[in-house]
């Protein structure tokens, strides 16, 4: 977190669906039921770990080196520190931070959406509109090769050839790099994105051949038509993605580390904040275990009560993209066979002005899980007092004071009593502040929670075979002869 930093605790995140038993549509005894097969779906997501390192799993596809990442990076970090992957990543971040004032993330899926969930949630509300001073030094950083969207392209291209706050030809605020990300790399979107601002950068340099190698990283598997054209530009850092980790479960590689770095985002606080969910999700008893009450009550919602739609409402505009990485993480992972739930992210108060209605009245067919958080990490604004009028217009007078954390929670209690005054389904997942600590947990309980409940439903949770559908008949479009 930059420019302003609050102090990381180490408190845990916390999982409460009282709100959900109290509908009486799933009961405690259909928690308590489960916890036979929780224990036994947790076991059998630990020893996929075991599988795929022993056998490589046959031909089953498997990516469950997420699992115990985070650990294994930090304690190679503290163990071989200069020779290990956390120290490389800091020294590239170091080293683009000092070049450059912008850095250009390429990548789609699993290959950005981690990254701008730990951005927006990590860094300060408006960090790339902020000055150089006021971002600590730290670039600013911009996504594409996530879409095939012309003119969303076009204006990236405007922004890096007139950065904002000024500078030109070798001043620094011109300065840019570009992280390409893709595990396969060969993803369409991604590469005709990296073709386009390579040419950019390369004219930006002069064609100076060795400063475009410095400005590239690529962060991709160890073959494959990026890792080769990262050995023709002769790219001083190239990083790769483990083999055993999959796209969506990739935050904690230099897909997501790397970024969150040169933003100033504290990483090993991040990965330490995954290794204690990890930690959590190992050793504690099913009833006391975050993730598998989560996926408990979600499963026990959607057989029980209908609940096909998982709805996480984040009750700060920062958790958004987190939202949104998570859609992408239940959807790719358990999407298949016809089965599988579909999230939805809003953010509240926001989209209770626009699903509201629905929420509390329409289809019965959602679980309602809030993303809250206990502790903001600014100063509280208090109601002022109405500017260039006495006259109390707009009959806020009352509430002169009344902070604008306590309206939130005013909002977040009426909107979760309103909700059980008709029986929707309402849980909460606690997160006692936003910062690096409780970000890692959170993510890694969600990761957790899917393959948790891909292992309790008979589906396995990696892979996205679904997805090479409409790649193939894009291509039979592009190259009818091909
Ligand atoms: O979860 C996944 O594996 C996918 O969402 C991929 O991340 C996405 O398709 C991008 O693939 P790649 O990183 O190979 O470009």
């Given at each position: 977190m930059n420019a302003v930093r609050s102090k990381s605790s180490n408190d845990p995140i916390s999982y409460d669906a009282a709100a959900v038993l109290a509908t009486g549509g799933i009961h405690q005894a259909d928690v308590d039921d489960l916890a036979g097969p929780l224990s036994k779906a947790r076991e059998e997501s630990l020893n996929d770990l075991e599988r795929w390192r022993t056998d490589g799993a046959g031909n089953e596809s498997l990516d469950p080196a997420f699992l115990d990442l985070p650990e294994r990076l930090l304690a190679d970090y503290g163990t071989r520190r200069p020779e290990s992957e956390l120290f490389s990543i800091l020294q590239t971040a170091r080293r683009l931070r000092e070049a450059v004032d912008r850095v250009v993330v390429l990548g789609i899926g699993g290959s950005y959406m981690g990254t701008r969930a730990l951005f927006e949630s990590c860094c300060h509300p408006f960090h790339n509109e902020l000055s150089r001073g006021e971002r600590g030094g730290r670039p600013r950083l911009s996504f594409e090769g996530?879409?095939?969207d012309n003119d969303s392209a076009q204006g990236l291209l405007d922004v890096l050839r007139s950065p904002p706050g000024g500078g030109d030809g070798d001043d620094l605020l011109a300065q840019w790099a570009m992280l390409v990300v893709s595990k396969s790399g060969g993803t369409l979107e991604t590469a005709a994105a990296t073709r386009f601002f390579l040419n950019a950068l390369s004219d930006s340099l002069k064609g100076d051949a060795k400063q475009v190698a410095e400005r590239v990283v690529p962060v991709t598997g160890a073959s494959g038509k990026l890792a080769s054209l990262a050995k023709t530009l002769g790219c001083p850092d190239v990083f790769g993605i483990p083999n055993g980790v999959g796209g969506r479960f990739s935050v904690f590689t230099a897909v997501g580390l790397l970024p969150a770095s040169l933003v100033g985002i504290d990483v090993v606080r991040l990965l330490e904040g995954a290794a204690a969910m990890t930690q959590r999700f190992r050793e504690s008893p099913v009833s006391e275990n975050p993730v598998l009450q989560y996926v408990a009550v979600c499963h026990l919602a959607e057989k029980k009560m209908g609940a096909t739609i998982r709805v996480l409402s984040s009750w700060s505009n920062q958790l958004e993209s987190v939202g949104l990485w998570y859609d992408q993480l239940l959807s790719e992972s358990l999407g298949k066979d016809e089965k599988g739930a579909t999230p939805l992210t809003t953010v509240t108060t926001r989209d209770l002005h626009s699903r509201g209605q629905q929420h509390q009245?329409?289809?019965?067919?959602k679980l309602i899980t809030n993303l809250c958080v206990g502790e903001s990490r600014r100063d509280h604004i208090g109601l002022p007092p109405l500017s260039g009028s006495s006259g109390n217009e707009d009959q806020l007078d009352d509430l002169i004071g009344t902070t604008w954390p306590s309206m939130l929670a005013a909002a977040t209690e009426g909107t979760n009593e309103a909700y059980a005054s008709v029986k929707r389904p309402t849980a909460t997942i606690h997160?006692?502040?936003?910062?690096e600590f409780t970000i890692g947990q959170l993510l890694q309980m969600l990761m957790l929670a899917t393959v948790v409940e891909g292992r309790l439903v008979g589906t396995n949770p990696y892979g996205q075979p679904g997805v090479e559908a409409y790649k193939k008949f894009m291509m039979k479009r592009l190259r009818p002869d091909g």
């Open positions: 996530f879409n095939i009245d329409g289809r019965r067919d997160l006692p502040q936003i910062d």
